[in-house]
């Protein structure tokens, strides 16, 4: 299983971005997707996740800013970004709780993207 973000790039504040993550290889079936993003000398944070039925959870710094939305035709998750500010500079991460094919049904666990830059800045 491999996840394909990307989306990222240099954006001056107040700006827009959208991210996207494609999941592919043997995919039995996809439930939580989501975002995270680590600024130098920072820890990872998550930023946005959204489940298989469509419920969303959001950082409190990116509440009414970003909007997290899925495909799940298409195993993809997206991430809209307004608004940007200065301090969501950072390399963000896209993941899902993915679920492998196996003799007993199904393996979940988490699977991890290739960070995208994404820098806000004037």
């Known amino acids: 299983v491999q996840l394909q973000a990307s989306g990222g790039g240099l954006v001056q504040p107040g700006g827009s971005l959208r991210l996207s993550c494609t999941a592919s290889?043997?995919?039995?079936?996809?439930?939580?997707m989501g975002w995270s993003r680590q600024a130098p000398g920072k820890q990872r944070e998550l930023v946005a996740s959204?489940?298989?039925?469509?419920?969303?959870d959001y950082a409190e710094s990116v509440k009414g800013r970003f909007t997290i939305s899925r495909d799940n035709a298409k195993s993809t998750v997206f991430l809209v970004m307004n608004n940007l500010k200065p301090e969501d500079t950072a390399i963000y991460y896209c993941?899902?709780?993915?679920?492998?094919?196996?003799?007993?049904?199904?393996?979940?666990?988490?699977?991890w993207g290739q960070g995208t830059q994404v820098t806000v800045s004037s």
């Open positions: 290889g043997s995919i039995f079936s996809i439930d939580r």
């Open positions: 959204i489940r298989n039925a469509g419920s969303t």
């Open positions: 993941n899902g709780f993915i679920g492998v094919p196996n003799r007993s049904g199904a393996t979940f666990r988490d699977y």
